[in-house]
């Protein structure tokens, strides 16, 4: 079965760090470029990040620029966002999703982040 | 960026109806760069369309996509019981990519 499961979600205060993971299954994982999107609680989706398959490339939304670094260890199977200097406006649920010439066609259930004192 | 706005926020239906979704673009989409999503409660967003019109595969032939420029519908032919959720436009022809906020298609 084709799948991406999620990991690291937590309540975390202001100011501080979390890393996230997604753990591919059933897919050539190296062969695809991968993103986050989130979803604040009760509101739309914001496209956060994503990199190509080698990790030479990576991009991300103005409002974690500088805070949020995605990577991606393809002998594991894996991505990740290490998020810093979290902000309550962080708070979301946060999918790793299969970035298909620019569209999300494969999404995990995705992993809560909640920023508050 | 481009902003995406979907019209209306809710549409009342009931099953067997036919649904339109509304989603409209602040500039021109470039190449028909538009997908639309399906999410429903507590779960994960579905791809359904893709290049404006294209199904995803494995999405029924009741659910189909139109439209260019700045305006594009999403329309479900009848619609099931099980097509009652939250529906997403997003746009990919220009960074960054960018979702609409959401129409709720709810049970009359």
């Known amino acids: 079965e084709v799948q991406l499961v999620e990991s690291g979600g937590a309540l975390v205060q202001p100011g501080g760090s979390l890393r996230l993971s997604c753990a591919a299954s059933?897919?050539?994982?190296?062969?695809?470029?991968m993103s986050w999107v989130r979803q604040a609680p009760g509101k739309g989706l914001e496209w956060v990040a994503n990199?190509?398959?080698?990790?030479?490339?990576?991009y991300y939304v103005d409002s974690v620029k500088g805070r949020f670094t995605i990577s991606r260890d393809n002998t594991k199977n894996s991505l990740y966002l290490q998020m810093n200097s979290l902000r309550a406006e962080d708070t979301a649920v946060y999918y790793c999703?299969?970035?298909?010439?620019?569209?999300?066609?494969?999404w995990g259930r995705g992993t809560l982040v909640t920023v508050s004192s | 960026e481009i902003v995406l706005t979907q019209s209306p926020g809710t549409l009342s239906l009931s099953p067997g109806e036919r649904a339109t979704l509304s989603c409209r673009a602040s500039?021109?989409?470039?190449?028909?760069?538009l997908a639309w999503y399906q999410q429903k409660s507590g779960q994960a967003p579905r791809l359904l369309i893709y290049?404006?019109?294209s199904r995803a595969t494995g999405i029924p032939d009741r659910f189909s996509g139109s439209g260019s420029g700045t305006d594009f519908t999403l329309t479900i032919s009848r619609l099931e019981p099980e097509d009652f959720a939250v529906y997403y436009c997003q746009q990919y022809g220009s960074s960054p990519r960018t979702f609409g906020q959401g129409t709720k298609v709810e049970i009359k």
């Open positions: 059933g897919l050539t994982f190296s062969t695809y470029w």
């Open positions: 999703a299969r970035d298909y010439y620019s569209v999300f066609d494969l």
């Open positions: 500039q021109s989409i470039s190449s028909s760069s």
């Open positions: 990199m190509n398959q080698d990790g030479s490339k990576k």
């Open positions: 290049g404006a019109s």
